[in-house]
């Protein structure tokens, strides 16, 4: 409302002078003028024009302004906003009274200060009679459950809107926010508006002691009665080293149990090796005693859901020389039930391939035959006469790129798999071969491999259950006396292994090197001597390396499928926020690939919000039935997934485990900085909870705001400014009427 209403003029000592100077100045010619013309009427006009013009120039130069003052139509407000995210349940707040008593959890300290009669005496009139009207507000996010996040940035955004008299806001909070914009931002506006922000720390700055279990990557599915690894990682906050019992549990009751040594303020990373005995669905769950010293125990489990299932690997083995590598390798995929070998062998000194139990008289020559297979091997064999044909070649790559087929790449001494680089095979090498040796290198004195830092972290190349250990092990592995031409290794290629003595311009001679090419997996291996690696102790680390090759390399193909359908994905434990690549090969009735088709995965969350992927094929000319799609899940947890296709009727269904950690993280320390940051930017202050009663103190001594003024600049209005060019217009035509000009 207007309070009260007047005009004003900025009257300077030059201004004053200049304006009575002009107007008396133009009384004298005014009058001289109408002396000249004997008093004549129109001259009369004329002057009265000319004095008016002189006089509204004058009042100009004094800048009149025409003011009116408001008043605030409501009573000054206090806004108290109060954390409600999850990371207010952190137990950290120690009494300064009582260091010794337990913790108690940020949202109890300020529970007092969310109530309105710790406000009360803001609320009741003060010595000058003014009274605030206090409102108690919670704060989190926007989003779906909103105590998963804090948007602190949000909560002080475009409060003066919201409260026409707003005096100051109360913010009490862990200064833990994780969504939104940085929070200075919506603080600067609160300071051009004059409102000061008092922060109310809840929580400590420095982390308790503590051991939280913060990962468990368990993969999406094990084989019964086959070693799994479940990798886990522990971190502490601790001042010293603490040897602690972990324990891995099935839902069906099975348990692992070990002791660690967590090492001070770092983090444990390991692995169980559960050899599960069942085949179904079960969750694991992976947990720490609570230790002496330890604050909180609400982080020290966590969960993981994993599928056990029968194994049933078919390996495909295209050799063409009976070496002692193809023999050993081939001897002992046959003896493990849990693996379907067939072999190919062209062997250079027969008319025919060779046969027996589990061979084939001749390379698979139709689609579906080829794509059954889960891997691949191609020993010393290429493009040629009683060897593999261009078409051959065309359709292995079409299994690996679209049915995510696995690829082992072992030449030999004869130097054929070169002609592959003449075929479409040649992308799929991760490696160069010299075309000035392609029969390779001898060694007299059996040489070793080096295993490369990304080597000793492999799951192809874990000989033994510890990286040092497992060093140690291929250190002490017998030796090769051949190796591959290799020059150096392609961009987008993992070397696993090199020559431990020789090297090229390029470095170390690559030995053992892995790549992706599009849904499969490839593996070149540039010697064939690890049948030797069975002396002294048989199939020991000879089987158990190429038997993690082989399941390695079908791991995508076997997530989840069907006769008709199959899905596989990337990552294979994706996180919240991260994109998760779908891919589905689907099959006609008759078992041909389909090249065009209405394939959708359907995926429920675990708070049973439901999304539907469409997968295109790649394209039009796609043979190999390949669909893909896109999906970015924002839930931890399982999710539960069905595929359907709807020209074969076919429909599958699984589970994808969605991991990450919690934008809302329990028990990590307070976040004072941007606390402070906002209470500097708007002139507040930042104090404890314990210490919250000086805030009203202070809010007590803020002065009133000034009442509001709004200013008519009539000296800058256009109008003013087109009335007197109207009127300059005027003289002028009227001195051309008389005959003055």
């Known amino acids: ?21 002009l107007v008396i100045a133009g009384a004298i010619v005014s009058g001289i003028a109408l002396k000249r013309t004997g008093f004549k009427r129109s001259q009369c006009v004329l002057e009265a024009l000319r004095f008016l013009l002189i006089c509204a120039v004058a009042l100009v ?8 003052q408001f008043l605030p139509k409501s009573e000054p407000t206090l806004l108290v906003l109060w954390d409600q995210s999850n990371s207010m349940t952190t137990e950290d707040v120690v009494s300064p009274d009582q260091p010794a008593a337990a913790a108690i959890s940020r949202s109890e300290a300020i529970a007092k200060l969310t109530q309105s009669d710790f406000w009360e005496p803001l609320s009741q009139a003060s010595q000058d009679g003014e009274r605030l009207n206090v409102v108690i507000e919670p704060f989190s996010s926007k989003l779906d459950d909103a105590r998963k996040g804090t948007d602190i940035n949000d909560a002080l955004s475009g409060l003066e809107q919201r409260y026409d008299n707003l005096r100051a806001v109360v913010l009490m909070s862990d200064g833990n926010w994780n969504v939104g ?30 051991l939280e279990v913060i990962s468990l990557d368990a993969p999406t599915f094990g084989v019964v009665d086959k ?13 010293r080293e603490v040897p ?29 090796v559960w050899r599960p005995k069942k085949v179904g669905e079960f969750e694991l769950e992976l ?30 083995i295209v050799e063409s020389f009976p070496r002692w590598e193809y023999r050993y390798l081939r001897n002992a995929l046959v003896r493990d039930p849990s693996v379907d070998v ?25 689609d579906e035959d080829l794509l059954k297979y889960d891997v691949i091997l191609l020993g010393d064999v290429g493009v040629g006469k009683d060897q593999l044909s261009l078409e051959d070649c065309t359709r292995i790559k079409g299994v690996v790129e679209n049915q995510a087929t696995g690829l082992i790449l072992m030449p030999g001494f004869g130097g054929r798999q070169l002609s592959l680089f003449e075929s479409d095979l040649r992308p799929l090498f991760p490696i160069i071969f010299d075309t000035h040796q392609p029969k390779g290198w001898g060694n007299r004195v059996p040489a070793k491999f080096q295993l490369t830092e990304a080597g000793m972290g492999s799951l192809l190349t874990k000989l033994a259950d510890s990286v040092e250990a497992n060093d140690q092990v291929w250190r002490s592995l017998p030796g090769f006396q051949w190796y591959a031409p290799v020059l150096r290794t392609k961009v987008g290629s993992e070397v696993l292994a090199v020559h431990a003595t020789e ?21 070149f291996m540039g010697t064939d001597g690890a049948w030797r690696w069975r002396e002294g102790v048989e199939d020991k680390y000879h089987y158990r390396f190429w038997g993690q090759v082989a399941r390695w390399m079908a791991y995508q193909r076997n997530m989840a499928g069907g006769d008709a359908l199959r899905l596989f994905y990337s990552p294979d434990r994706p996180k919240t926020g991260q994109t998760l690549t779908l891919n589905a090969n689907a099959m006609s009735v008759s078992g041909e690939p389909l090249q065009s088709g209405n394939v959708t995965v359907q995926i429920v969350a675990p708070s049973g919000n439901t999304n539907s992927v469409k997968l295109t094929a790649e394209s039009s000319e796609d043979q190999w039935g390949l669909f893909s799609g896109f999906f970015v899940p924002e839930e931890n947890g399982p999710h539960r997934v069905t595929v359907s296709c709807e020209e074969s009727g076919a429909q599958i269904q699984t589970s994808i485990s969605v991991q990450g950690l919690e934008r809302e993280q329990v028990g990590k320390p307070a976040e004072a900085t941007s606390l402070r940051e906002i209470a500097l930017v708007t002139r507040g202050e930042l104090v404890t909870a314990d210490k919250a009663a000086s805030v009203i103190d202070s809010i007590r001594k803020l002065k009133s705001p000034e009442a509001q003024v709004k200013r008519l600049r009539i000296w800058a209005s256009p109008v003013l400014a087109g009335v007197i060019l109207c009127l300059l217009s005027c003289f002028w035509i009227g001195r051309k009427l008389v005959g003055l000009i």
Not at 61 to 68: G, S
Not at 299 to 314: D, Q, T, V, Y
């Open 244 to 272: 602690v019992s972990v324990s891995l549990t099935s839902s069906d009751g099975e348990r692992l149990q070990e002791t660690f040594t967590v090492p001070a303020n770092g983090t444990l990373q390991s692995a169980f």
């Open 342 to 366: 067939n072999s190919i062998l062209f062997h250079p000194s027969l008319k025919k391939v060779g046969g027996g139990k589990g061979y084939l008289k001749e390379f698979p020559g139709k």
């Open 61 to 68: 130069a004094c800048q009149p302004e025409w003011l009116q």
């Open 181 to 210: 914009g940085v929070p200075t931002e919506s603080a600067t506006e609160l300071r051009m508006k004059d409102v000061p922000v008092f922060a109310i720390q809840a929580g400590s700055e420095e982390a308790l002691p503590d």
């Open 227 to 239: 070693p799994t690894r479940i990798p886990f990682s522990i971190n502490s906050t601790m001042a």
């Open 287 to 316: 947990k720490c005693p609570l230790v002496a010293d330890e604050r909180i125990e609400k982080n020290n489990s966590l969960k993981a859901p994993i599928s056990i299932r029968k194994e049933s690997l078919k390996v495909l």
């Open 1 to 21: 409302m207007i309070d009260s209403q007047w005009f004003s003029v900025s009257l300077t000592p030059l201004m004053t002078v200049f304006g009575i100077a």
């Open 503 to 523: 090297s090229n311009d390029n470095g170390r001679i690559p030995l053992l090197v892995t790549k992706t090419f599009g849904a499969g997996k490839i593996l």
